[in-house]
Structure formats: structure tokens, C-alpha cells
T-cell receptor, first 111, second 113 residues
């Protein structure tokens, strides 16, 4: 059974600071996804990571994947208030199997 | 516009009733999924379908049923056997190739009254 653990589950940080969210998964996985969710809204796709060493960046967010360590990270650089949201990582064992989600990291960025 | 349409957005159900949530996509995706999200929690997989006329149970399928008669449509029925159905339900779809992004609909809020 595939399990996904995120930490921290809650993070309050100041604007301008850097921080990293960690995502560990339990078994061999084809791919790793990161999503953003605003309160009461659906999920917005941020990144899809497909191979060991993959790194993707979009604005102040950068995601990486280490399949040997079964670890993905989401790094936030110089945080701004607009990045406040809940961030989920999810793993997919293969093909068109369903995603297994972590519990999410609730991120609050204070001015 | 291409996308995933879920309806209704808000639904109230009396205890003992079955209700059906609609999910339609015009993205020509083969795979479709249903997830449940409880407040402050992650998403859990209810059912998924990789192709028309075929579907598989996810982690929490008990009390739910689905059908996949058309590629575009994957309705979810919440039956009276689901004892705690109040939740946010999200439908998603994707292609089956490598690097596929899984897109989500806007979600349906179901409340038992």
C-alpha cells in the first residue's frame, strides 16, 4: 500500500523568508505531483515530477524528486502573502492508477 | 472551454437517501477519478476508471457506486450505506501517458441534514 507523508502539516512564516516542505512516500512510484488548494476551492496543479533528480521551478516555487530516498521537496523562496494556501503532494504508483495524497501543508505567510 | 464540470456544487441529502454527483469532461481523457476530502484532511480515492465500461475501487469505495458508460461522464452515487457522507467531493481526469497532469473539477459539497 502506497503511503505519503508530508511535513510540516502547518507552517507560519514571514514574507521574504525561505522554507521547504517535505514529502516522503513509501514504495516505488512512477511520479510525484504537487498541488495547491485555496480555502473552499479545488486543486490547482503545480508540478509533475517523473524521474530521479527532476527539478521544476515556477516563480518562487521549486520542486524536486529523489526516487532513491523516496523524497520530494517543495521549496519556497522569498515568500509572499499570495502563496498562503494548502499544498499537497501526491504519488502515483503507475499508469492511470489513482493518486495517494499526503495530508497537506497549511501554509500561512504573514506580512 | 475545455475542462471538468461537476454538478451540483452544493447538495443536501436526507438520511437514507441516495444522491448522484455528476462529473463531465470534454478533455478527451481516458482516465477519471473520484476523491473525497474531509475538512482539514487530504484527499482519499473512492473509485477510478481507466477506460469506458471499466472501473476499480479505491481506498474508500464502501457506500459509493459509479458507472462509466461514456468517455466523458463518470457519475458518483452516494448510497444510504455511506454512513458519514458529508464531505467535499472532487472529480478528476487525465490522459494515460507518461507525464500526464491530473486535472480536478471545482468540486461538490455534500451535506447530510
Amino acid at each position: 500500500e502506497l503511503k505519503v507523508e508530508q511535513n510540516p502539516l502547518f507552517l507560519s512564516m514571514q514574507e521574504g523568508k525561505n522554507y521547504t516542505i517535505y514529502c516522503n512516500y513509501s514504495t516505488t512510484s512512477d511520479r510525484l505531483y504537487w498541488y495547491r488548494q485555496d480555502p473552499g476551492k479545488s486543486l490547482e496543479s503545480l508540478f509533475v515530477l517523473l524521474s530521479n533528480g527532476a527539478v521544476k521551478q515556477e516563480g518562487r516555487l521549486m520542486a524536486s524528486l529523489d526516487t532513491k530516498a523516496r523524497l520530494s521537496t517543495l521549496h519556497i523562496t522569498a515568500a509572499v502573502h499570495d502563496l498562503s494556501a494548502t499544498y499537497f503532494c501526491a504519488s502515483q504508483a503507475g499508469g492511470a492508477d489513482g493518486l495517494t495524497f499526503g495530508k497537506g501543508t497549511h501554509l500561512i505567510i504573514q506580512p | 472551454d475545455g475542462g471538468i464540470t461537476q454538478s451540483p456544487k452544493y447538495l443536501f441529502r436526507k438520511e437514507g437517501q441516495n444522491v448522484t454527483l455528476s462529473c463531465e469532461q470534454n478533455l478527451n481523457h481516458d482516465a477519471m477519478y473520484w476523491y473525497r476530502q474531509d475538512p482539514g484532511q487530504g484527499l482519499r480515492l473512492i473509485y477510478y476508471s481507466q477506460i469506458v465500461n471499466d472501473f476499480q475501487k479505491g481506498d474508500i469505495a464502501e457506500g459509493y457506486s459509479v458507472s462509466r458508460e461514456k468517455k466523458e461522464s463518470f457519475p458518483l452515487t452516494v448510497t444510504s450505506a455511506q454512513k458519514n457522507p458529508t464531505a467535499f467531493y472532487l472529480c478528476a481526469s487525465s490522459t494515460q501517458g507518461a507525464g500526464n497532469t491530473i486535472y480536478f473539477g471545482e468540486g461538490s459539497w455534500l451535506t447530510v441534514v
